[in-house]
């Protein structure tokens, strides 16, 4: 048999041309959606359902429920929870219960893959558990990178390099008819001895400066914090068997 | 006055996002169409008129006109010419005549853009002047890489990085609204030291090694080759003056 091929996909908008049945499909929002679902189910919550509107979000009532709301950075007002992963880590008040999320950009890209067969969650957290979830089920691959409003970012498209870089190690292949694989691993052979000093140039880190996300970015950059992996089932994420 | 920013779109299927009419748009497909329009005007064709369709491109029949088509990197049948500049420099054939063109990608990109107020063609064969003739009109601009149907390729990439290090030097400034200039710039340095060998790794190389486009590489990476920026003017480019 051949090898499994990882494609990579760099905007949401540019889906419909990669989108297969036959690939998993690995959504990425580094900062920092992808990041805050890994933490949430590692630290307890019983799942995340992800919604596109503020409105689907408000449908979820009653105590089983934590709504987190995120757009341009900010938490929403009127509610208190975003996409900071820092949230809910060891916290009382979220353990247990089911986090319905809406971002930017993170929420939006599941939104865009939602039909396919099989949605994983990645994120620095979990890296090593996807590569490892990914080489047992020996499909081909999608990494989807949420990007900044169906626009390119620095950060989605240097762990798109690391995570295809982690599976070509494992003996997958790169897919070659498109040179998003090269210019992602490029460009995570560039920032890999120092990402958060890299990504100090990138679009999300002047835009986002004034909001203190420093503990934020750190904590989104650090390897392995969890070893699980997030799969969409009936409409939300759970710690994938 | 602020200075004039640089945008990159890497691909046309996102250019609804960059789009505004007060930016000079330029095209760009190294790996032909852009090298060997620069060609065919630099040796004496008189314009060069992009068409989308085959069929568009066999409504124009007469003496004064030369019909070139690519598809998939190879002429299409029944045609003399296709998208390798070689084929124009010092060609008898070709002098004095128009050039009627249609290719895979790069007259697709033009297609896409033609709307917009200024369109002028890039490539390295011309990127001293148009960097001149960009910092003349002191305006925004939006580089816009034709890739590979709609995918995104390293050779456009590492040309819209060396033309957006060209005017910030310049000090024209970057977009910082998206991270496609810093991805265009990282991957412009890491092989600007040799190009050629740098793309030996990328899709559109292994896609058309079979074709023997060594020479025609070699061209379409050399710097400077001419002095002028075509521009389209009532769906025709031109020579700018």
Same mark, same amino acid.
């Given at each position: 048999?051949?090898? !499994?091929?990882?494609?990579?996909?760099?905007? !949401?908008?540019?889906?419909?041309? %990669?989108?297969?049945? /036959?690939?998993?499909?690995?959504?990425? +929002?580094?900062?920092?959606?992808?990041?805050?679902?890994?933490?949430?189910?590692?630290?307890?919550?019983?799942?995340?359902?992800?919604? @596109?509107?503020? +409105?689907?979000?408000?449908?979820?009532?009653? +105590?089983? %429920?934590?709504?987190?709301? /995120?757009?341009?950075?900010?938490?929403?007002?009127?509610?208190?929870?975003?996409?900071? !992963?820092?949230? %809910?880590?060891? *916290?009382?008040?979220?353990?247990?219960?089911?986090?319905?999320?809406?971002?930017?950009?993170?929420?939006?890209?599941?939104?865009?893959?939602?039909?396919?067969?099989?949605?994983?969650?990645?994120?620095?957290?979990?890296?090593?558990?996807?590569?490892?979830?990914?080489?047992? =089920? &020996?499909?081909?691959?999608?990494?989807?990178?949420?990007?900044?409003?169906?626009?390119?970012?620095? /950060? +989605?498209?240097?762990? @798109?390099?690391?995570?295809?870089?982690?599976?070509? =190690?494992?003996?997958?292949?790169?897919?070659?008819?498109?040179?998003?694989?090269?210019?992602?691993?490029?460009?995570? =052979?560039?920032?890999?001895?120092?990402?958060?000093?890299?990504?100090?140039?990138?679009?999300? &880190?002047?835009?986002?400066?004034?909001?203190?996300?420093?503990?934020?970015?750190?904590?989104?950059?650090? =390897? *392995?914090?969890? !070893?699980?992996?997030?799969?969409?089932?009936?409409?939300?994420?759970?710690?994938?068997?």
């Amino acid at each position: 048999m051949s090898q !499994p091929t990882v494609h990579i996909c760099l905007s !949401p908008a540019l889906y419909p041309m %990669y989108h297969s049945n /036959e690939r998993i499909v690995v959504i990425v +929002d580094i900062l920092r959606a992808t990041s805050a679902i890994c933490t949430a189910l590692q630290h307890g919550m019983k799942s995340v359902i992800p919604v @596109a509107t503020i +409105d689907q979000a408000n449908q979820f009532v009653g +105590d089983d %429920y934590i709504i987190a709301a /995120e757009r341009g950075g900010e938490i929403v007002n009127g509610f208190a929870y975003g996409n900071s !992963p820092l949230a %809910y880590i060891n *916290n009382p008040q979220t353990f247990g219960k089911h986090l319905v999320l809406t971002t930017t950009n993170g929420t939006q890209a599941i939104e865009t893959a939602r039909l396919s067969q099989t949605l994983v969650i990645g994120s620095f957290c979990n890296i090593s558990a996807l590569t490892q979830w990914i080489v047992k =089920r &020996n499909q081909d691959v999608m990494i989807l990178c949420a990007g900044w409003k169906n626009r390119i970012n620095l /950060e +989605d498209t240097i762990f @798109a390099g690391a995570l295809l870089d982690s599976l070509l =190690r494992q003996g997958f292949s790169m897919d070659i008819d498109t040179d998003a694989g090269i210019t992602a691993l490029s460009l995570f =052979r560039l920032s890999e001895a120092d990402i958060k000093a890299f990504l100090k140039q990138s679009s999300h &880190n002047q835009r986002l400066s004034r909001l203190n996300l420093d503990e934020d970015i750190t904590y989104c950059l650090t =390897r *392995n914090t969890t !070893p699980i992996v997030p799969i969409l089932q009936q409409e939300r994420l759970v710690i994938s068997t």
